[in-house]
């Protein structure tokens, strides 16, 4: 039996980026049961179509009408994704049902995921992702991340609110590992702009101009010295080939729900390796499903930088998982059980359903 929940999790605290204000995660988690196995996903939309085109309302008109007679729990992802080929797009529905695919085989094989997928260090490097506050707020939220053992701290910045924070940091923490994420808040007419931000020795500049914009990237990345990573951008296997090709990129943020899943993010990460482009795996505000998933892929000894996936009480008070990631010097492993790892507390999913039914009997 097929089946999906759509729960509304608070967030600790609001997260604020050039696309807006998030102050729930709004997730659809999908659920497999056969009597023997129990397997679950995550899609990465929102309710709203701010980020993407796909919001949780495609994804379940998208899975319900065509990914569902496509899907059977006996197939291997890759040929899922053959079949699914002839859908254009919605990358992000098929992600979800891709990756639930590597759960259910995970799990009948015996194996965690991150040992099922293979090439594994065993653990994931830990950075944090900052959302936009006053400049007394972030530096304070630095500098616990700091003495929490974060690898690498990112801030998000905007027109107006890029200097001025990355100066403040760069003064009170000196050469810390230090990155930019622009959410594509800036335009080719802002290349000016972008070049003072040389000056703050980042790892790198995330996604300053908009998705689509892969020749302004390329235009910029010879005009600044700072590494252009691209994250948005990055929509499925194409579209990091074409990236790489135009000499846009210097890192690729891996989001393996918004390329479509595993498969392609694996294909991403082998094709940037041999193009000498670093590679991390970005999360999308994840419970504790999608969260297992980004530590597995992450724990690849494909990843050359550290990501953005937290622990769990990074963004909730309490998960819909019965297990959570702990973070230590820096590193999260990811769990040894079979599949991903986690099991849902399904007491807590009711409570914070929103909607829920079955998909497939």
């Not at 965690?112 to 944090?128: D, M, N, Q, T, W």
């Not at 891996?254 to 082998?270: A, C, T, Y």
Request: hydrophobic share 35%; glycine share 8%; charged share 30%.
């Amino acid at each position: 039996m097929l089946s999906y929940s759509k729960v509304s999790l608070p967030l600790v605290r609001k997260f604020k980026t050039s696309f807006g204000t998030q102050l729930t995660r709004d997730a659809i988690i999908f659920m497999y049961q056969d009597g023997e196995i129990e397997a679950f996903s995550e899609a990465v939309t929102d309710d709203d179509p701010f980020y993407s085109y796909e919001d949780n309302s495609t994804v379940m008109y998208i899975v319900r009408k065509y990914l569902a007679d496509i899907f059977t729990p006996e197939m291997e992802p890759e040929k899922f994704n053959e079949k699914a080929s002839k859908i254009r797009g919605h990358n992000m529905a098929k992600g979800a049902l891709e990756m639930l695919l590597w759960d259910i085989n995970s799990k009948r094989e015996g194996k965690p995921l991150y040992r099922f997928i293979g090439k594994s260090r065993g653990y994931a490097e830990v950075g944090i992702s900052i959302g936009m506050s006053s400049i007394d707020d972030e530096i304070e939220t630095v500098a616990q991340s700091l003495k929490m053992g974060y690898r690498r701290i990112k801030v998000k910045i905007e027109k107006g609110f890029d200097v001025q924070i990355l100066s403040a940091i760069r003064e009170k923490f000196g050469n810390i590992p230090l990155s930019a994420d622009a959410n594509q808040a800036y335009s080719r007419e802002d290349f000016d702009t972008l070049k003072e931000i040389d000056k703050f020795n980042l790892l790198y500049l995330e996604q300053p101009l908009p998705l689509e914009d892969i020749r302004g990237h390329a235009l910029l990345r010879k005009k600044i010295e700072t590494p252009i990573c691209l994250d948005e951008s990055i929509i499925s296997t194409e579209a990091a080939v074409n990236a790489i090709e135009s000499e846009a990129v210097d890192v690729i943020n891996i989001k393996p729900g918004r390329v479509g899943g595993f498969h392609n993010s694996i294909d991403i990460m082998e094709k940037a390796r041999g193009n000498g482009i670093d590679v991390w795996i970005g999360g999308m505000l994840e419970t504790g499903v999608g969260r297992s998933y980004n530590i597995s892929l992450a724990s690849s000894s494909l990843v050359t930088m550290a990501g953005d996936t937290s622990p769990n009480s990074r963004y909730f008070n309490e998960d819909i998982t019965n297990e959570t990631f702990t973070m230590q010097d820096g590193i999260i492993k990811p769990f040894e059980r079979a599949g991903i790892g986690v099991s849902i507390n399904l007491k807590f999913l009711k409570k914070m359903e929103k909607e829920g039914g079955r998909i497939i009997d």
